[in-house]
């Protein structure tokens, strides 16, 4: 079967580096999501990873290896705000349009 | 822009009860998905509208929901009978197009309580 895992939950120092990891079982690949959730808000859309490699946005950066079926979220200079649950999703190969969706890691931010 | 907006925000109801959630997607997308997300959990697909197409019901999890869509826009989504297993956010999401490979935009949600 086609599954996501990624680890529930996990703490860091504000001003820190994190790396936030998701691995991924699936038939196919056609990319990688990461969205970024605030507690009892929407997920916000935050990288697709198509192409091997790392991808950087800011104080974020997502990497991803095809081959290993294992993609990471990185947050630079760790702030506050970055506390979040953070979702990786991958398209379902059984579907045109449907997302299999991680339980999403659970971010705090300690000063 | 506006972005996807839902309502109502909360809801609280009584075991038994029918409730009607709304979605409005952003305006121009044609793919719109509802999800459920209990506590602690990832997103539960519902079901998915494509334009004017038949949707796509195969994640309801019972014959008390249902969904439609009016016009290719605003989206209703029904639960009858609400029980208390029912409770949790429900979120909906429209993408430009529909394939899985669209950025999908999400609304604040719906929390459900059921009593």
């Known amino acids: 079967g086609q599954n996501i895992d990624q680890p529930t939950e996990m703490t860091a120092t504000e001003g820190a580096i994190v790396q936030i990891n998701c691995t991924y079982q699936t038939s196919g690949f056609n990319g990688l999501f990461w969205y970024q959730q605030h507690a009892g808000e929407a997920p916000t859309f935050l990288s697709y990873n198509v192409l091997d490699g790392l991808e950087e946005k800011g104080r974020f950066s997502s990497f991803l290896s095809r081959s290993k079926g294992y993609s990471y979220l990185l947050l630079k200079e760790l702030q506050m705000k970055d506390s979040a649950s953070y979702l990786c999703?991958?398209?379902?190969?059984?579907?045109?349009?449907?997302?299999?969706w991680g339980a999403g890691t659970k971010l705090i931010i300690k000063p | 822009g506006a972005g996807v907006s839902q309502s109502p925000s909360n809801k609280v109801t009584e075991k038994g009860k029918d409730v009607e959630l709304r979605c409005d997607p952003i305006s121009g997308h044609t793919a719109l998905y509802w999800y459920r997300q209990s506590l602690g959990q990832g997103l539960e697909f519902l079901i998915y509208f494509q334009g004017n197409s038949a949707p796509d019901k195969s994640g309801l999890p019972s014959d008390r929901f249902s969904a439609e869509r009016t016009g290719g826009s605003v989206s209703t989504l029904t639960i009858q009978r609400t029980q208390q297993e029912d409770s949790a956010v429900y979120l909906c999401?429209?993408?430009?197009?529909?394939?899985?490979?669209?950025?999908?935009?999400f609304g604040p949600g719906t929390r459900l309580t059921v009593l």
């Open positions: 999703a991958v398209p379902d190969m059984d579907s045109n349009y449907q997302l299999i």
């Open positions: 999401a429209s993408s430009s197009n529909g394939p899985s490979t669209d950025t999908q935009y």
